[in-house]
């Protein structure tokens, strides 16, 4: 490839001083990107600017992960002191500090008896490795035989072999097929407009739907299954909110047949339903976790596994100089990303902002489901402080309507996120009302005339 001469990361970068050439970006029309750069060059607060000028209030918390803001000053503090002090400390036999205290902190957050903290870098090593932990226990019990897995269609777990085997979309699966996981069965998504369209909160349709486990169970037999991986509320693919009574049905059936449940909360773990995890704000406690994105709002990258105590307690057998689980990231507890998360942390905490994410809920609920009736609207879903207006598509464009209205916002002053024919919104907790209501205005606008 030629040597780039193109500008470096300056502030003032801009579509015509940074080469568009090199980058291969994920999750991304590319093609589309280059005729239509959207080049953020600075991110402060609830806003980012572009490098053309326009700002727009960033209504997804970046990625679903910056719920505190961008360029705090806390977390820019910390970033500072702590490559002062240790930036980088081997994972493997030595440690840091700050991870050992980020892990208890973690612990003290997650339901009783989920003691245990693996760290990895993103939500997708989290997911890989929450799938080996479960299948790693079953052969520690004497149960070699538990190697299958059982994910959801429509669910979304990263993009590890493991992520996408487990995972429920079609086009991250279509090409690499034969999957890595030979063993996984899909539940059926919980999803249904005839029944559950524009339902506020949680459905009260469709606790049957996790029935299928047992049928899936009868087919293999429990003692070929390892786990059920489910994310408490779908957040990816368009907040698709759990039916009241599934998720507490799939805790039972999975305790009936020595199944291991884990709940994949890179989106729903610290707050962002106005509880520390999905697992309480349903009131189901699974046996794994996963977690990333909020724990170091998105500044440093940082995914984990947080297990049940019995889980951990079941490796730490053999001699005792020989390490328990072949398993492990030159990142795993970075010191960087361990100090952010516990400014991140202490921050929730002493500033209430779980318990504000709890208090804007219905505001963004009551907001949002008052687009109903407006043109093309399929259906409003909304789950803690998030948010998702599912819009008709053009006839065989899917996705384009969706993508004209994020493009037509940002001239709007909005950032939303589009996923298929879905616009989503998980604003920082501390959205105002008037922020809320900027969304919605926007949406309005904009579906009358797109
Ligand atoms: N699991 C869930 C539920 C997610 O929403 C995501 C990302 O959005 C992932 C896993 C993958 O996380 P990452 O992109 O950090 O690998």
Redesign the pocket.
């Known amino acids: 490839a030629p040597a780039s001469t193109s500008a470096g990361a300056s502030p003032t970068a801009s579509p015509t001083t940074t080469s568009l050439d090199h980058y291969w970006m994920p999750f991304t029309a590319n093609r589309y990107f280059k005729t239509h750069p959207k080049l953020v060059t600075k991110a402060e607060g609830s806003y980012v600017t572009f490098a053309d000028g326009r700002k727009a209030f960033d209504c997804l918390s970046g ?3 910056s719920p505190l803001g961008h360029a705090h000053p806390k977390l820019v503090e910390t970033v500072k002191r702590q490559a002062e002090t240790v930036d980088f400390c081997a994972p493997f036999q030595i440690a840091n500090p700050w991870a050992h205290q980020l892990a208890g902190k973690i612990a003290g957050m997650a339901p009783a008896g989920m003691n245990r903290v693996f760290f990895t ?7 890989d490795t929450a799938l080996k932990i479960a299948m790693a226990y079953h052969r520690l019990r004497g149960e070699a035989g538990r190697t299958r897995f059982i994910g959801r269609e429509r ?6 072999f493991g ?1 996408i085997s487990v ?1 429920g979309l079609g086009p991250n699966r279509k090409m690499f097929s034969p999957l890595t996981l030979p063993g996984v069965d899909h539940l059926p998504h919980t999803h249904n407009l005839k029944e559950m369209a524009f339902t506020r909160g949680q459905p009260t349709w469709g606790a049957h739907l996790a029935d299928e486990l047992e049928r899936i169970v009868a087919l293999h037999d429990a003692s070929n299954i390892a786990a059920v991986i489910v ?1 408490p509320f ?3 693919t368009g907040i698709l909110v759990p039916p009241v009574g599934y998720l507490q049905r799939l805790r039972e059936i999975c305790t009936k047949h020595g199944i291991l449940l884990i709940f ?5 773990g610290f707050g962002r339903l106005g509880s520390n995890f999905g697992a309480q704000h349903y009131g189901v406690t699974p046996d794994l976790m ?1 977690f ?2 909020q724990v170091t709002n998105g500044v440093i ?1 940082m ?1 984990g596994v947080i297990a049940k105590q019995e889980i951990y307690d079941t490796f730490m057998t053999g001699p005792e100089h020989a390490i328990e689980f072949s398993h492990g990231y030159t990142y795993s507890g970075h010191p960087m990303a361990a100090a952010v998360g516990l400014t991140v942390l202490d921050l929730m905490q002493q500033d209430g902002l779980i318990q504000r994410a709890a208090e804007m809920a219905p505001v963004i609920e009551d907001a949002f489901h008052s687009l109903k009736g407006e043109p093309g609207i399929l259906d409003i879903r909304n789950a803690g402080l998030s948010a998702a207006v599912e819009l008709e598509p053009i006839a065989g464009k899917p996705g384009l309507r969706a993508l004209n209205l994020f493009e037509a916002a940002i001239d709007e002053g909005q950032l939303f996120r589009a996923a298929g024919d879905t616009l989503a919104v998980a604003p920082p907790y501390l959205v105002s009302k008037d922020e809320i209501g900027r969304m919605v205005d926007t949406i309005r606008k904009l579906v009358r005339k797109c």
Do not use: F, Q, R
């Open positions: 990625l679903w992960c870098n993103s939500g997708s090593e989290a997911v669910g979304y777990h990263g993009v590890g992520g995972g994310e779908a957040g990816s994949d909360e890179v989106i729903s996963t990333a994105k990258p995914g």
